[in-house]
């Protein structure tokens, strides 16, 4: 059966630190892969997916990267983090046409 | 650019009541429609509903998908405390993108 980790669960970084949160998905292969960032009590903004190993698209101009190295890892990024980077970032995986299935996520915090 | 936009955005209810939330969506080449629901961490897939399946069913909640308006409601009777949650409702088009609503905050009190 499929299964998606992300980690870690929870994080503080100090503004102007360095972020790599990873997404590996198992069971599946050449899935599509997704970030989102989730304000506390709203809906998903979608920040990049993916349709391939390399191949990222942007939804959102920001203070974030995305990158997939192998076929079934994700991982978001971040050079310098901004206060307004904090929240609650879900990764999520999806064949064409089925239902996504997300990790856990993390609760990103910017002090 | 895909767009999908729920209501209302928070509602409160009583144990028993019937509550409907609405999704709508604006997609290129639509694929199917989604919904979740997040009660603490990870959403939970409900249903998925597509051209050759606009209508599902399990227990208490239900779904509907009005192709012509392009919307999608998300019924469920009964409710019970268990139920409060945030619903989230999703669309897919050609462009592989899973976009997401809002939300609609439910809450059910006893």
């Known amino acids: 059966s499929q299964t998606i980790h992300q980690w870690p669960a929870t994080l503080v970084q100090p503004v102007g630190s360095p972020l790599s949160l990873e997404c590996t998905v198992e069971?599946?292969?050449?899935?599509?892969l997704y970030w989102y960032r989730q304000a506390a009590g709203r809906g998903l903004q979608l920040l990049f997916y993916?349709?391939?190993?390399?191949?990222i698209s942007s939804e959102v101009p920001q203070n974030l990267s995305a990158s997939r190295p192998q076929d079934r890892q994700f991982i978001l990024s971040s050079k310098k983090l901004l206060l307004s980077d904090s929240g609650f970032y879900l990764c999520?995986?999806?064949?064409?046409?089925?239902?996504?299935?997300f990790g856990q996520g993390t609760r990103l915090t910017v002090v | 650019e895909d767009k999908v936009v729920q209501s209302p955005l928070s509602l409160v209810v009583h144990e028993g009541d019937t509550v409907t939330l609405n999704c709508s969506y604006e997609?290129?080449?639509?694929?199917?429609l989604l919904w979740y629901k997040q009660e603490k961490k990870a959403p939970t897939f409900l249903f998925m509903l597509t051209s050759s399946g606009i209508e599902k069913k399990s227990g208490r909640l239900s779904s509907i998908l009005d192709k012509k308006e392009l919307s999608s409601i998300l019924n469920i009777t009964a409710t019970q405390t268990g139920d409060s949650a945030i619903y989230l409702c999703?669309?897919?088009?050609?462009?592989?993108?899973?976009?997401f609503g809002s939300g609609t905050q439910l809450t059910v009190l006893p």
């Open positions: 993916s349709v391939g190993i390399g191949q």
């Open positions: 997609v290129t080449n639509f694929r199917s």
């Open positions: 999703a669309s897919t088009g050609s462009a592989r993108q899973l976009t």
């Open positions: 999520a995986w999806a064949k064409a046409g089925t239902e996504a299935f």
């Open positions: 069971g599946t292969s050449n899935p599509n």
